[in-house]
């Protein structure tokens, strides 16, 4: 049943209802555009009666002052024809800008609101395709196509209202041809959509995987594949140009149809009214007058063929952002939401916690958890990799939900709390640190919005990053570079410290935080940390004994369980898996543990 209600909304224009909402904000600029499009239509429909006074009154009967009247008042109309249409221009290109601008932000609004089970599932250079391609052709309607459309509607109706009022019989017949251009229209339109939404989704593909490899520019040169990479992309793009190509296949045929059709059946009607002319039933001018508004009526139809065409390909980029905006989070705040008690507490527990992600529903990740972590304390958690350690970071945060079990912080059972709130007693610092492509200050201030730069200055220094900060060209007001690329791994960690120094959360969570990092940079890096969680609830994700010899108490993971714990010494007489690893890395003269992180 679902393969069939998206089938027949590909087949018609419904998407492009999602957009009316935004139209409706702006009543007064609709309404603006509406009425100088009205008023240019109704000028270029005035110019067939002028035409045939001309004729019948000016030209037959040789009243040359007749004629200058009236080409004065041509004049005239050509004037208002242009205001009007300048006027239709200016409102309704920016209405479509300023709609598509508003469609924007509430699709990256809503993304950005998802949970990362939707992430997993989908490419960042497919959602940003739908961004960019997407509501570019959506702007294209409602900034002009959409005129377009109601410019040749109006045309269409009040040229088929005229030539009705200039002559009955001729009009009949074109009312017979009717159906038989319209009827190719709708079918060869449907078409045109399918094939339309075809060519945009493999476009996305093509820009998902350059944006991945661009993302990854240093990996692709460091082995040599260029030659690869850029053989696939022109593959990709090669069968987005080949949908496209079918598309307009479709759109072209589309269009010779429409007009072929309707200009057989003017030239069809013209030569009956021939006929009335030359038999005196009909004068001259009359005929001039019809024929004109049929040219009127048929290049509107002909025009409204290729506006079906645009209106199809903009149904199925509308279609594609209305699926971003109907995807829910798997994780959401309750309807009545639990208060979390202030001030924070800094507690944790895990009650019998299971899970397993959505992608791998087969594979159990944590099986049976429990724990807890009292307020102040810190926790280490360690284990070979696959253990599940940097899973519990992501179900503190919820990021998932557990399958069975509870998570409590502060004494309230997670799923009942706002993820706003709970995430805001919280502070992580990861292995792989997100640095955005801004400022130094902007970097840390994201920690905290809206801190002042003595306070972002003062959260550097005590992460120890202050100096190399200041070192920089522009010091604190220096661009980072997408994902840091011009700090070194230290730094970054460093950066990432100070942010969490700023939230001032009472839960920090250390990802990894050191396991990337030569022995200079840890010691720098470990030394922020140490200030970092003085005071605070910590867990530690960790394979660096430096941070776990140093931990209230050590959970040992295995296989989803927790297997052991304890303090570093206990652990180590007992001889079990933590000893295992600890031997290990001791034998490796103090580096740290190999299992990779999660």
């Not at 479709?250 to 072929?260: E, Y």
């Not at 905290?448 to 306070?455: I, K, Q, V």
Request: glycine share 8%.
């Amino acid at each position: 049943m679902a393969g069939d209600s998206d089938d027949r909304s590909r087949r018609n224009l419904r998407p492009l209802g999602r957009v009316f909402p935004y139209l409706a904000r702006y009543r007064g600029m609709v309404g603006a555009a509406l009425f100088f499009l009205t008023l240019a239509a109704a000028a270029t429909l005035s110019l067939p009666l002028a035409v045939r006074r001309m004729v019948d009154n000016g030209f037959i009967s040789g009243d040359s002052t007749f004629v200058a009247q009236y080409f004065a008042m041509l004049l005239v109309i050509a004037a208002v024809l242009a205001l009007a249409s300048a006027a239709r221009y200016y409102y309704v290109i920016s209405l479509g800008e300023r709609v598509v601008s508003d469609l924007r932000r509430d699709v990256f609004a809503h993304v950005a609101s998802l949970s990362p089970a939707f992430f997993d599932r989908t490419q960042s250079g497919e959602i940003v395709s739908r961004l960019a391609a997407d509501a570019t052709q959506i702007k294209s309607v409602v900034g002009a196509t959409a005129s377009v459309a109601l410019r040749n509607v109006i045309m269409g109706i009040g040229a088929a209202g005229m030539m009705v009022f200039t002559s009955p019989k001729l009009s009949a017949y074109v009312l017979l041809a009717i159906p038989v251009v319209v009827l190719p229209l709708v079918g060869l339109g449907r078409n045109v959509q399918r094939r339309s939404r075809a060519a945009q989704d493999t476009l996305a593909h093509a820009t998902a995987y350059a944006s991945e490899q661009i993302s990854s520019v240093r990996t692709m040169q460091a082995y040599t594949n260029e030659r690869l990479v850029t053989g696939r992309f022109a593959s990709a793009v090669e069968a987005a140009f080949q949908a496209a190509r079918r598309s307009i296949f479709a759109r072209s045929i589309l269009t010779f149809i429409a007009i072929f059709a309707m200009f057989v059946s003017v030239v069809a009607v013209l030569w009956v009214g021939s006929r009335d002319v030359l038999s005196g039933a009909m004068s001259p001018g009359t005929l001039g007058q019809f024929l004109i508004y049929s040219v009127i009526a048929a290049g509107a139809l002909a025009a409204l063929s290729e506006v079906w065409g645009e209106l199809a390909q903009a149904a199925g980029a509308a279609e594609r952002l209305t699926e971003l905006l109907a995807e829910e989070p798997a994780v959401k705040a309750p309807a009545n939401p639990v208060a979390l008690p202030q001030p924070p507490v800094g507690s944790i527990e895990f009650r019998e916690v299971s899970f397993a992600y959505p992608g791998r529903p087969d594979r159990q990740t944590l099986d049976k958890v429990s724990f807890k972590v009292a307020p102040g304390e810190t926790v280490a958690i360690v284990g070979p990799s696959g253990a599940g350690k940097s899973t519990i970071v992501s179900l503190v945060l919820r990021f998932y939900d557990p399958v069975s079990g509870s998570i409590l912080v502060d004494g309230v059972d997670i799923t009942q709390a706002d993820p706003a709130q709970l995430r805001a007693r919280m502070a992580i610092v990861p292995q792989d640190v997100a640095v955005f492509a801004a400022s130094a200050a902007d970097n840390i201030g994201f920690g905290r919005p809206g801190a002042s730069r003595t306070e972002i200055e003062a959260a550097a220094k005590e992460a120890l990053a202050h100096d190399f900060i200041a070192a920089l060209p522009e010091g604190y007001d220096t661009t980072l570079g997408e994902r840091g690329v011009t700090l070194s791994g230290g730094q970054r960690q460093r950066v990432a410290i100070a942010r969490a120094i700023l939230r001032d959360a009472s839960i920090l969570l250390l990802d990894e935080a050191t396991s990337a990092l030569d022995a200079e940079s840890e010691t720098l890096v470990q030394r922020a940390l140490e200030r970092l969680m003085e005071g605070r609830t910590t867990i530690v994700i960790a394979h660096r004994l430096a941070t776990v010899l140093k931990a209230d108490r050590i959970l040992v993971m295995d296989g989803g369980r927790i297997v052991e714990q304890g303090t570093h010494q206990s652990l180590v007489a007992k001889g079990g898996v933590y000893a295992k690893l600890a031997r290990l890395q001791f034998e490796a003269g103090g580096e740290a543990f190999r299992g990779a992180a999660e």
